[in-house]
């Protein structure tokens, strides 16, 4: 399959399926059809929202990396733009004006990851060296640009340009991310407990629940996580959150052949990485992040993280259903590679 940016493609990826130059991966599966079955699937015109507040789940210790939002005023007349009266710049004014702003780490709460969130090391153009390369072979010092490139001996200048020219988040909001999703319900199954989700795990819950998933659907997953994150009112205890840790297992190959024959458009989980993370150790060089680089990589398939989903969980299971409408269209934000997300379900 002749693509301008690789002559070969991984084992199992979907590379150059929807086009050389496709950036939309899975999402390609939302057609017309699909978010016309997910409309039939509203009959009570009951909206459930599926976020967490922003500054949740408080602190960084979820991850170091990533802070709560930092809002403030921006200035008008060198002081903050906080009841401010107009008059004070036309004396003829009545009206009072508050203006705010944000610095915003936009993986912290509930969010969409990109495709160009992680990529791997791989031989794309076939001359025995394996380069850093993304969806559909997307490279890193090409198409994801940062500051720096990162090496195993150097680090090397890229330009002034921060961010993904190309798998941006933005792309998930110019084709908005709407469709018919299905619910497995872990959380009802298993509790709170630390478990690695194998595929007899996942086919138990389907067998149980009755769930029926088809080509296009937008597989949505409880855990029960983001629960415990929302008793702990901003300050996570990470012993309770870790015995709470229910993820699908990245390293079982069943599982990952059965996202891949599914044709799920995306997943989205109310836990930390839709994966369980750390996986289990094995020798030689193996992805720390598997199921990441299975969907985001290979498949082009978005992971949605930290949803909330007890409210629609438990009215799903109390009236006998498994399908609803899901709207979750992330910030049109270009070369941004993550993004909170507002998502929208409705029965």
């Not at 407990?193 to 937008?218: C, K, M, P, W, Y």
């Not at 836990?271 to 993370?277: G, H, I, S």
Request: hydrophobic share 40%; net charge negative.
């Amino acid at each position: 399959m002749a693509n301008p940016r690789w002559k070969q493609r991984p084992a199992g990826s979907t590379w150059g399926d929807f086009g050389p130059d496709d950036e939309l991966g899975r999402i390609n599966l939302l057609t017309p059809e699909k978010v016309r079955q997910g409309v039939a699937e509203v009959k009570e015109g009951i909206s459930f929202g599926l976020s967490i507040p922003l500054d949740y789940p408080g602190g960084r210790v979820l991850n170091p990396r990533r802070g709560p939002p930092e809002l403030s005023a921006t200035l008008r007349m060198g002081k903050p733009n906080m009841n401010f009266p107009l008059r004070k710049e036309n004396g003829h004014s009545t009206d009072v004006v508050c203006d705010d702003q944000v610095l915003l780490t936009l993986q912290y709460s509930t969010q969409w990851d990109s495709l160009a969130h992680v990529g791997a090391w791989f031989d794309a153009d076939g001359d025995g060296k394996p380069e850093m390369v993304y969806y559909n072979g997307y490279r890193a010092n090409e198409h994801i640009v940062g500051s720096v490139i990162h090496h195993d001996d150097h680090e090397e200048a890229c330009g002034s340009h921060l961010g993904a020219l190309k798998l941006s988040i933005a792309n998930f909001a110019a084709k908005p991310i709407q469709g018919r999703a299905v619910m497995l319900d872990f959380f009802a199954h298993f509790g709170h407990q630390r478990r690695a989700l194998s595929f007899d795990d996942v086919q138990r819950v389907i067998d149980a629940d009755h769930v029926e998933i088809e080509t296009g659907d937008l597989l949505v997953m409880r855990t029960g996580y983001t629960r415990l994150i929302m008793q702990m009112d901003r300050n996570p205890d990470m012993v309770r959150l870790d015995a709470a840790a229910m993820g699908l297992d990245g390293r079982d190959d069943r599982l990952l052949q059965w996202i891949t024959d599914a044709g799920i458009a995306a997943i989205c989980a109310d836990n930390y990485a839709v994966e369980f993370y750390p996986p289990r150790d094995l020798p030689g060089a193996t992805p720390h992040l598997p199921l990441h680089q299975h969907c985001l990589f290979k498949l082009g398939l978005p992971l949605g993280e930290i949803w909330w989903l007890d409210d629609l969980g438990e009215w799903l299971r109390a009236n006998k259903r498994t399908r609803f409408l899901l709207t979750a269209p992330p910030l049109r934000l270009p070369g941004a590679v993550g993004s909170p997300v507002t998502p929208v379900a409705t029965v």
